[in-house]
Each structure stands twice: as structure tokens, then as C-alpha cells.
């Protein structure tokens, strides 16, 4: 299947398959896909926590839209982004892409320098919002690599930020909660979503052609 | 070919040959998959401009970090976003889903409601936050389609936002610019990233089990 058929195929799945969990060989591609997504700069400036245990996800659930989701689903990716830009954090994946790429050690000194200048003068919120858009490409690919394996998900941005990361200790890897991509199985029964035609504005209002 | 072989084939390409055109076969596949893209309560609060004329690129491409690109390419997708949530907007999308699914009129007011209510709450720079995140989620699937009809792609942010508003006349149609995905066909012999391994993060630092 393309990847329009894959994107007409989903749809955000309001009920899940409590006992039908996705294998871990599924959950590494649609991790691998997320991992793949470009980002500003290359600094890959989010993560992915995989949140499988139950008793976990119950004290996720306070606050939530969809809390029978967050329970039912076989697992809850939080998507995570750095709370800020420093120049240790600019400098990680420089050194790894140059080691990697084996240029000499400094290659892109110039480009990082611009880049921390930049950061520097601006206030850690913006950094965070900055951040926090770029791991919704990676939102995109997860979304889109679920679809490719039928494996169903509901993106999510109804719960408690500030719960989330207190409960997954965000705060002291560095990071703030973003956004949830839930992945499962539909329970066709419950998911009232399922059934209904996927609405979007049609192309002419969509794009404007210049 | 799956999405992960598209998305590590895939890299942000530095120049393009001049002369060659993306279909508009294709070119239409890329908008598709983009319309696809999922965005927060359904509202679909970003729209695509597609910048084919040569002229009005060269104005976008004054204060760009890639002008060559934005000239060069085949041609220029504008991501762009509500400049703010208000309850005619929000009313469109669900007059429209309840049309195309044949439902009562009305059915979602009482959710209607509810966002109407929490982004009135809000102030509108917060809104063009909210909703230019989600064109992130549209710019993966451009990225991706893209990459499956092997057609090189360079997401960008690195241009003067209200110089390229101003040029496309946004503010009158309640949008402002977001980031860019230039599409067209690399030029190896000056494209300088595209024998360059691709690097991220190895899946043990990306993501986090728990």
C-alpha cells in the first residue's frame, strides 16, 4: 500500500484491544521510523519515552481525554522535547555526525557557533516551543509507520503536561512532554471513530497555488 | 519500498537542478499525503501554498538561508497556520464533517463548544503556536511522500517569516508562515549532503523504555 492509502486507512482510534499488543518487532520500526525524522539543524531535539507498564500509565491517566486509552492501548509514546538549547547539547550530535562521517573533529564549528549564538539570545520558553515542533515530524512518521503496519493509534495532546513529566522524571533528563501517539488495536466495538468518513477541506481550499 | 528505506534514502537536499519539473501527478501525491496529516480536534489549521512562479521566489528568497533553493527548486510548499482559533473557523471544519458524514446538525456543539470556549480563554499568539506545531505533522507527510515517489525534499525554516507573509499576501487570508519544504531533484555534482552518511541518535539514547 502507498502512503495515501496507509493515511486514508487510519484514523484516530477512540477504543482499544486491552489484551492485543503490538510486537516488539512493529513497535521498533514505528520507533525507528520516529527516530528517522528530520529535525532543525539535525539536532534532534525530542525524544520518545515508551511507556508499557500499566500501574504507570494509570497515574498518566489523571487528567487525560482519553484515559481508557492510555490504559487500554498496548503502549503510550510520550514525545518529549529538550526544555533548552546549550552548547553541550549542540555539541552531542555535531561530535557524533562528524566521528561518524569521519571529517575532522570541528568540521562544522562555524555552523554550530552561529547556532548557539542564536539560541543564546533567545528566552528557554522559545527554545522549548522550538523543540517541541520539530518532534511533530517525528509525530508525522510514527503516525505514518503505524498506518503502514495496520497497527491503529490516536495522536493525542489532551492530558496533563505537568503531571506527565513529573511521573516519567522529565525534568531531570532535560525535557518537557510534547504530545502522545497511542498504538494498538482497535476494539471495533467501542471505537465509534471507526466507522465514520474521514473529513478534511478539499484540496482547493487546502493549497493555494501561486 | 517501506518507510523506513524512504525516510533513510531521504536527506535534506542542498541544490537542485534548475531545469527539472516535478510532475503534477506527483506533485499532487505530495499535497494529498499532506492534506492526510492528522491535526488537533480535526480543525485542519494550516494550508499549503505552492510557489511555482519563478518571480515571486526570488522575493522569498531574500533573508533565506538557502536562496538558491528556493529559486532553484521545483518548486516551494509554504506550510502556513491560523493566525488565531475563532469560532467561525473552528464551525467550518464540523459543518463540513457533519455534512460529509450525514449527521444532525449540530451534533459536536457541545464539544464545539468546549474549544471555542478554552481558546477564547487563550491569547492569540498562543493560538499560531498551537496550530503552526500541527503543520509539523503535515510538513512529515510531505517529507515522506516525497521520499516514496523518490523526489528530493528540504524542509527549511531559515527565512524572513514576515517578508514571505508579506509577499503572499497571508495576513489578509488569516495566516502566517510556518516553514518551508522545497521539492524538486538534487544536484549531485553541487549537492554536497547527498553522499553524507545520514546520523541520528542510536535508538538507545532517542528513546526511553519504562
Not at 14 to 21: D, G, H, R, S, T
Not at 99 to 115: A, V
Not at 127 to 155: C, N, R, V, W
Request: hydrophobic share 40%.
Amino acid at each position: 500500500m502507498s502512503l495515501i492509502e496507509d493515511l486514508n486507512w487510519r484514523h484516530a482510534t477512540k477504543a482499544y484491544l486491552p489484551e492485543k499488543k503490538v510486537s516488539e518487532e512493529n513497535l521498533t520500526k514505528i520507533l525507528e521510523a520516529t527516530r528517522l525524522a528530520p529535525t532543525s539543524s539535525g539536532l534532534q531535539q525530542f525524544r520518545v519515552i515508551v511507556v508499557e507498564d500499566k500501574e504507570l500509565r494509570k497515574k498518566l491517566a489523571i487528567g487525560s481525554l482519553n484515559p481508557e486509552c492510555m490504559v487500554e492501548a498496548s503502549c503510550v509514546l510520550v514525545f518529549a522535547a529538550w526544555d533548552e538549547y546549550t552548547p553541550e547539547r549542540i555539541d552531542a550530535i555535531y561530535d557524533r555526525t562528524t566521528e561518524e562521517r569521519n571529517l575532522p573533529k570541528g568540521r562544522f564549528d562555524s555552523y554550530t557557533d552561529k547556532l548557539k549564538e542564536m539560541y543564546a539570545k533567545q528566552p528557554k520558553e522559545e527554545h522549548f516551543i522550538h523543540a517541541a515542533k520539530q518532534s511533530y515530524i517525528g509525530l508525522g512518521m510514527a503516525l505514518a509507520q503505524a498506518a503502514e503496519l495496520k497497527i491503529d493509534s490516536t495522536p493525542a495532546e489532551g492530558f496533563d503536561n505537568k503531571l506527565v513529566d513529573t511521573v516519567l522524571g522529565l525534568p531531570e533528563k532535560g525535557l518537557k512532554s510534547v504530545c502522545l501517539l497511542y498504538v494498538g488495536y482497535s476494539d471495533k466495538e467501542r471505537d465509534w471513530l471507526a466507522t465514520m468518513k474521514k473529513v478534511r477541506n478539499p484540496m482547493d481550499v487546502f493549497t493555494i497555488r501561486m
